[in-house]
């Protein structure tokens, strides 16, 4: 499983992290968690159309009713056929604004793109492709180098229905869409190198094209995300 190699990354680099501030300063804890830097460091690492590379791999075996039921009017419920996806996503993300806003709201703004492979280890499907557009907005004290974030993605993307084939509960037709929100806390190593780390939550469903002949049941699950990021092209002159 690709999560769990990843989630072995993101240990290692934050060891690696804690014992190079041991070697370099006598304040090894407050280098961890915070830049050591008169002004607001951050600023060299979100701002104005920077682009980076990002790469996430997750594990949502937890099996739940639709969380915008309440919008659609449909069952509150979860069906006998459970679920456990395996999503591995490739992103550019384009960093619309510099910092700003005031208090917990300060931070700044991505835009995603993204491709979506998810392997379907547990569920009657095995795989899953997805185009995905989304939003995050990161909330940045100055000098933390652990940024909370909350993203919201959608897309469309293909799967291989098994409920034409006879399967209950199964996925009515190949065409899907999918939802995808998340959050969680990324490191900033500096301003060209970060891992992340959250809880994200999927649903895929056909959005009832293939009703009356096959019901429209839907995957929703939740579960871990982790994730690095690499700067895309020269880094930013410092601010300081």
């Given at each position: 499983m690709l999560s769990k190699y990843l989630?072995?990354?993101?240990?290692?680099?934050?060891?690696?992290?804690?014992?190079?501030?041991?070697?370099?300063?006598?304040?090894?804890?407050?280098?961890?968690?915070?830049?050591?830097s008169p002004g607001d460091f951050n600023r060299n690492i979100f701002y104005r159309n920077k682009l980076e590379f990002s790469f996430q791999s997750g594990w949502?075996?937890?099996?739940?009713?639709?969380?915008?039921n309440f919008a659609t009017g449909s069952t509150y419920t979860t069906w006998p056929l459970h679920y456990t996806?395996?999503?591995?996503?490739?992103?550019?993300?384009?960093?619309?604004?510099?910092?700003g806003w005031w208090g917990i709201?300060?931070?700044?703004?991505?835009?995603?793109?993204?491709?979506?492979?998810?392997?379907?280890?547990?569920?009657?499907?095995t795989r899953y492709f997805a185009f995905l557009f989304g939003i995050r907005r990161n909330f940045i004290r100055p000098n933390w180098r652990m940024v909370p974030y909350f993203d919201a993605h959608?897309?469309?993307g293909n799967i291989n229905a098994k409920g034409p084939d006879g399967v209950l509960y199964a996925q009515g037709q190949d065409l899907t869409f999918t939802l995808v929100n998340g959050g969680g806390i990324r490191?900033?190593?500096?301003?060209?190198?970060?891992?992340?780390?959250?809880?994200?939550?999927?649903?895929?469903?056909?959005?009832?094209?293939?009703?009356?002949?096959?019901?429209?049941?839907?995957?929703?699950?939740?579960?871990?995300?982790?994730?690095?990021?690499?700067?895309?092209?020269?880094?930013?002159?410092?601010?300081?």
């Open positions: 989630y072995g990354v993101f240990l290692f680099a934050l060891f690696g992290c804690f014992a190079e501030s041991q070697e370099t300063t006598s304040h090894p804890i407050h280098n961890f968690f915070f830049f050591n949502q075996p937890i099996n739940i009713p639709f969380v915008y996806l395996e999503p591995n996503i490739l992103s550019v993300r384009w960093t619309i604004d510099n910092i709201l300060r931070g700044s703004t991505d835009y995603t793109f993204s491709g979506s492979y998810v392997d379907i280890p547990r569920g009657p499907e959608g897309g469309v490191y900033n190593f500096n301003p060209r190198f970060s891992v992340e780390s959250g809880a994200t939550y999927q649903h895929i469903s056909n959005f009832y094209l293939s009703q009356p002949k096959y019901y429209d049941y839907g995957i929703n699950v939740w579960g871990s995300m982790v994730g690095f990021n690499i700067r895309i092209g020269k880094a930013k002159p410092l601010v300081q």
